[in-house]
């Protein structure tokens, strides 16, 4: 059973930064692609990022292009979002998620139904 935990969320003022972790259990990460979403109150998830199983493709939503860098750590079986530049629309509880295949490639096509396994979340809040 996939196991994610998600971690370094928190409140921070509008033009900060903050940076995500994610670190993955009970299966294989190596081979699988991984992708970071967020839910605002009210609205319905939403994709943000994710990256290929060899960290070499990478996508973003439109929203957070520019501003935010997904990453990955193979020795930490971690994945990571840095945030910069937040705005007070970032808001959200933002969530880790595990492709459900593995050696995906490209991750530009990939949609919520295609990641077999998420974590609990951590709350974001970016507010004067």
């Known amino acids: 059973q996939v196991q994610l935990v998600e971690s370094g969320g928190g409140l921070v003022q509008p033009g900060g930064s903050l940076r995500l972790s994610c670190v993955a259990s009970?299966?294989?990460?190596?081979?699988?692609?991984m992708g970071w979403f967020r839910q605002a109150p009210g609205k319905e998830r939403e994709f943000v990022a994710a990256?290929?199983?060899?960290?070499?493709?990478?996508y973003y939503a439109e929203s957070v292009k520019g501003r935010f860098t997904i990453s990955r750590d193979y020795a930490k079986n971690s994945v990571f979002l840095q945030m910069n530049g937040l705005k007070p629309e970032d808001t959200a509880a933002y969530y880790c998620?595990?492709?459900?295949?593995?050696?995906?490639?490209?991750?530009?096509?990939?949609?919520?139904?295609?990641?077999?396994?998420w974590g609990q979340g951590t709350q974001v809040t970016v507010s004067s």
């Open positions: 990256i290929s199983w060899t960290g070499g493709d990478t």
């Open positions: 998620a595990a492709d459900s295949v593995r050696f995906r490639g490209d991750v530009s096509t990939m949609s919520q139904g295609d990641f077999g396994s």
């Open positions: 009970g299966h294989p990460f190596s081979s699988y692609a």
